[in-house]
């Protein structure tokens, strides 16, 4: 059975045996951590379910980082970026591995700032949150941190005023490396269907629970929802993405399962039910006609 998600507060109580002294409820339940210092208290690697929170950490060392369906092994200094759409996990940290993290909810940002976390291209779909960095680099993001680390301790009136403002500079330092990303603007109808289609689609990930049951499959169930005609939402998609609508029902349905296959213990009945399929024979050759595998040995490998 995969755990539910997890809470910041259920993350405290498993990190420090009840919430630090120095946490704030007003201020999204921000803290910030050094890598190091969690080893030394024999910290595990956390388990791949989905947290209600945000996470962002420079990570100086080698590891595997799991996000969905995807490992993305990382060298040397890199900065990643965790977020509740996503679950995650990594390999076991080596004793030599340090850097930084901070953990905060997304009502940590609706303040003066009012930065909306959910519109930054740094944390939408399918976007890879992490970044090798130079020398110089490292050195700006580890400034960022201690920065905040010393912010954190002082019983200045505004310091998460400040605070804000430093995670702030980390985050778009990061989009900054990413020149390419620029705004989305919907140009006509199709793109706006296509962009409410895809909302909607990754609104029914990740699946938590066996329990759980993807029901959105087909795409006349989209078309209903969308009030439109299938016929119209497949053309809009075709003309916007090249893609048909069952295409992009399927390879997001992939995806979720080869993440439930290999993160978690769910059994492959269980993985077919959550997914929405009627049997475990048709997921079975569903998986097996779009990865060429079947999943139990995509499992296994």
């Known amino acids: 059975m995969a755990k539910s998600t997890e809470s910041l507060e259920v993350f405290y109580r498993h990190k420090f045996s009840g919430l630090p002294e120095n946490l704030s409820k007003d201020a999204g339940q921000f803290n910030v951590f050094r890598i190091e210092e969690r080893i030394q208290s024999g910290v595990s ?18 590891n595997v980082f799991h996000y969905g369906d995807k490992s993305i092994p990382v060298s040397g200094d890199t900065l990643l970026f965790f977020n509740p759409q996503v679950p995650y996990t990594y390999d076991p ?22 930065l909306n976390l959910a519109e930054l291209p740094l944390f939408a779909a399918g976007v890879q949150p992490v970044f090798n960095l130079n020398e110089d680099q490292t050195q700006e993001v580890k400034a960022g941190f201690e ?34 990303d620029k705004p989305v603007v919907h140009t006509d109808a199709c793109a706006r269907i296509t962009s409410v289609f895809s909302e909607l689609l990754e609104r029914q990930f990740p699946i938590e629970s066996p329990l759980q049951r ?3 499959r087909s795409p006349q169930a989209f078309a209903d929802r969308l009030s439109i005609h ?8 075709k003309k916007t993405t090249g893609r ?16 439930l296959l290999k993160y978690t213990s769910w059994n492959v009945a269980e993985i077919s039910y959550a997914l929405g399929f009627e049997s475990q024979a ?5 998986f097996k006609k779009q990865t060429k595998i079947n999943p139990s040995d995509y499992r296994s490998v």
């Open 45 to 62: 690697s956390p388990s791949y379910i989905r947290r209600d929170f945000f996470k962002i950490m420079l990570f100086q060392g080698d």
């Open 93 to 114: 940290l080596t004793p030599d591995t340090k850097g930084y993290f901070c953990v905060f909810k997304d009502e940590f940002f609706k303040g003066n700032l009012r």
């Open 147 to 180: 920065k905040i680390i010393k912010e954190l301790n002082t019983d200045y009136t505004y310091k998460y005023e400040l605070i804000r403002n430093y995670v702030s500079e980390l985050i778009f330092f990061a989009i900054k490396l990413q020149p390419s």
């Open 214 to 216: 993807f029901e959105l």
């Open 230 to 237: 299938v016929n119209y939402l497949n053309r809009a998609l």
């Open 244 to 259: 048909t609508t069952t295409d992009h029902i399927f390879e997001r349905l992939t995806t979720e399962a080869k993440a």
């Open 282 to 286: 048709h997921f079975t050759h569903f």
